[in-house]
Each structure stands twice: as C-alpha cells, then as structure tokens.
Nanobody, 120 residues
C-alpha cells in the first residue's frame, strides 16, 4: 500500500492551498484517514481526521479554517486549507488505516510528506 501526497507549496498569509493524498495498492477497505503535520523542532501533531462514514475531527488550531474530505471511490483524502497563517508552516503527512483483506484489522500507512510554507 502506498500513499501519495501532493498539493503543498509556498503561499502568503491569508491564502489557500488544497492537499490531496491517494492510496493505492492492495486495499480491501480504508477506515480512518487523516492529516498530520510536523514543524521544525516540534513533534508531529494531528491536523484533522475523517472516518469512512464522513465524521470529522479537527485540531483546535485549524477549526474553521481547514476542511478535510474524502472520496471513497478514489481512496483519496483532501485537506482544504484557508486563511493560512505562518504558524501553519510544516511538512504535512497523510495517514490511512488500511485493511488489505477482510480477515485482519487495519494497519496505519503514511504518505511521504508535502511541505507547506506560509510567508508573513
């Protein structure tokens, strides 16, 4: 199973970016999907998660600015980021809990990370 993230870049404060992450490979089903981020010198932190049924959860720091969504038919998760702030600068990682067959529980997989830089 591979997760391929895209959509990062450099944007001015107040701007927007949309991240995408597509899962491929031997996939039976995908449970939760999510985005995490890691800024220099800091630990990786949760940004947002979404269940297979569409229930979402957000870090307090991004509520009202970021929106997570997913396309189950495409095994893809998105993160729409609006009103970006310099403190949102980080490497963003996607995550998916994937079942590779119906007999075992899900395992966490991670994307390679995409850099988001917000200039002031």
């Amino acid at each position: 199973v591979q997760l391929q993230a895209s959509g990062g870049g450099l944007v001015q404060a107040g701007g927007s970016l949309k991240l995408s992450c597509a899962a491929s490979g031997r996939i039976f089903s995908i449970n939760d999907m999510g985005w995490y981020r890691q800024a220099p010198g800091k630990q990786r932190e949760l940004v947002a998660t979404i269940t297979s049924g569409g229930t979402t959860n957000y870090a307090d720091s991004v509520k009202g600015r970021f929106t997570i969504s997913r396309d189950n038919a495409k095994n893809t998760v998105y993160l729409q980021m609006n009103s970006l702030k310099p403190e949102d600068t980080a490497v963003y990682y996607c995550n998916a809990r994937v079942r590779t067959n119906g007999l075992i529980s899900g395992k966490d997989y991670w994307g390679q990370g995409t850099q988001v830089t917000v200039s002031s």
